[in-house]
């Protein structure tokens, strides 16, 4: 069974993606100490609360794209500061340049 102050965590995230994500505000929703929330994060999901931030704005930042938004409008969506922010995190974790490999991606996104 899923730890409900993970699920509480992760509501608050999603919630807050498109605008500043603040741990001390992930902490509070899931009722747990900013070190706590660490400690959760790490041994659940093998991350710090920072990293699954980043990974869930890139999902959703490819997901406006890949529905037809400009790179400019899903960055902005995904809470990014610009599309320049959105291609250098793409280029950082994958290797690859967001304007040009998402044309010819084919993806299938699991929520």
Do not use: C, Y
């Amino acid at each position: 069974m899923p730890d409900p102050r993970l699920q509480r965590a992760l509501e608050q995230v999603d919630a807050l993606l498109s605008g500043k994500v603040s741990a001390a505000a992930v902490a509070e929703a899931a009722h747990l100490s900013l070190s706590q929330l660490e400690r959760l994060f790490s041994a659940k999901l093998g991350l710090p609360v920072r990293q699954l931030v980043l990974w869930r704005r890139l999902r959703l930042a490819i997901r406006g794209i890949l529905l037809g938004n400009t790179l400019t409008h899903a960055a902005h969506g995904a809470g990014f500061a610009d599309a320049a922010h959105f291609s250098r995190t793409m280029r950082s974790l994958f290797g690859v340049r967001a304007d040009r490999s998402l044309r010819q991606l084919t993806v299938k996104l699991i929520d």
